[in-house]
């Protein structure tokens, strides 16, 4: 039997990185973070676990962003990941493209489904609650040639993370 390698992939975390993802990431052999970092204190954090690829998403900015790729190309065991922010920006189409496994975040939505043989995980948003889509992250599993994603919900406080106007009546 091949090798097990277990690799974290989170999101959309906006600046924050919560205790449960690193509970949650503990024993993985390499993070996958598919933009929207929000800081390189997240990044900081995340290598206290693993060695950490990471991606641009649109919100990141400044010179410690500008030095991240919008995309990159990891190989992971036998396989070949493609990782970018948002999967609409995606130029490569399948199955031109020779990689196993396309990694985005971007939507908050988390999402594993196979297109002609590719795999392709969305985590979700692993950062401040928006709207009533979950908090999430995802473990990718990569045995031999073959890749397999769960998707993991964390548990989330009730109250409002995400700064909003609330309209008061007077």
């Given amino acids: ?4 390698k277990v690799v974290g992939v989170i999101s959309d975390t906006h600046g924050l990185l919560r205790p449960e993802v690193l509970q949650a990431f503990k024993g993985v052999g390499l993070i996958l973070h598919a933009g929207d970092i929000g800081g390189p204190e997240v990044l900081e954090g995340l290598r206290t676990l693993a060695p950490v690829v990471a991606v641009r998403g649109n919100n990141d900015k400044g010179d410690w962003a500008n030095r991240i790729p919008e995309f990159q190309l990891v190989h992971a ?4 990941i ?6 609409k920006q995606m130029k490569l189409q399948p199955p031109a493209v020779n990689f196993h496994v396309v990694i985005s975040g971007h939507s908050h939505r988390p999402s594993i489904h196979r297109r002609e043989g590719i795999l392709f995980l969305n985590p979700g948003s692993a950062g401040p609650r928006r709207f009533k889509l979950p908090i999430s992250i995802a473990r990718l599993i990569i045995q031999g040639s073959t890749a397999r994603a769960e998707l993991i919900e964390l548990p989330v406080e009730l109250k409002q993370e995400w700064p909003r106007q609330i309209e008061t009546a007077k």
């Fill in 82 to 87: 493609y990782m970018l922010h948002d999967v």
């Fill in 1 to 4: 039997m091949a090798n097990k």
């Fill in 77 to 80: 065991g036998s396989l070949s």
